[in-house]
């Protein structure tokens, strides 16, 4: 198995553009999820999907970020306008199941806004 | 709310042992994970805890009160790739069924020395 797969790796933009992560989940799974890492704030759920539908935005910081998930095998994360804020190291999860034990974790992308 | 303590930092000699402590608010609890991350790389599954009592796999257990909130993670046999964060996230009932989302607590970083 491929395990999740993200895209791009790396990302630099400048203050204003727009941004957008790409995710893979693993085949099969049913609940994939977007978090951000920061040195300040940890790791923190943005938003996660159940069979491609938004469950719990909560964590969404504000209105310029939105995901969406137009099938089972693909979803992405925009940011529009993205702000040096933003910069952090965006994972995508993904796991099946209501009881499952574990999330498989995408290997990141880092973002840098400048 | 649901906070997580954990330390933020612990350091260790090869071939000892660690033990990395996790406190967590009870009400609600549905499972807690340990997650065990290296610098630059994605968070990977280490264990999962949902019934009091201790988990082994190899050289790592895991061990959970729920009554007290309360769980560790230890690390015998210290090898120097065990430096690293190791993440403690808590999984809480949701009101509204479904899923029950993760959430993390800040980390411990782990440094070993020879």
């Known amino acids: 198995d491929a395990g999740v797969i993200q895209s791009p790796r790396h990302e630099v933009t400048e203050m204003g553009q727009e941004v957008t992560l790409r995710c893979k989940p693993i085949s099969g799974h049913d609940y994939l999820f977007w978090y951000r890492q920061t040195m300040m704030r940890g790791l923190e759920l943005l938003i996660y999907f159940n069979n491609n539908v938004p469950i719990d935005d909560s964590g969404m910081p504000e209105d310029r970020f939105s995901a969406k998930m137009p099938n089972a095998s693909f979803s992405t994360l925009k940011i529009q306008p993205s702000e040096p804020r933003d910069s952090a190291v965006y994972f995508c999860?993904?796991?099946?199941?209501?009881?499952?034990?574990?999330?498989?974790f995408g290997p990141g992308t880092r973002l840098l806004v400048l | 709310g649901q906070n997580i303590d954990q330390p933020t930092e612990m350091t260790a000699t090869e071939g000892a042992i660690v033990q990395i402590n996790c406190t967590y608010q009870?009400?609600?609890?549905?499972?807690l994970f340990w997650y065990q991350q290296h610098a630059g790389e994605a968070p990977t599954f280490l264990s999962y805890n949902v019934l009091d009592g201790l988990e082994e796999k190899g050289r790592f257990s895991s061990f959970l009160s729920r009554s007290k909130g309360y769980s560790y993670l230890l690390l015998k046999e210290l090898q120097m790739k065990d430096s690293a964060s190791y993440l403690c996230a808590v999984r809480w009932v949701d009101i509204s069924g479904g899923y029950n989302k993760l959430i993390f607590g800040a980390g411990t970083r782990l440094a070993v020395h020879p």
């Open positions: 009870t009400s609600g609890f549905n499972g």
């Open positions: 999860a993904s796991t099946y199941g209501v009881a499952q034990e574990t999330q498989y």
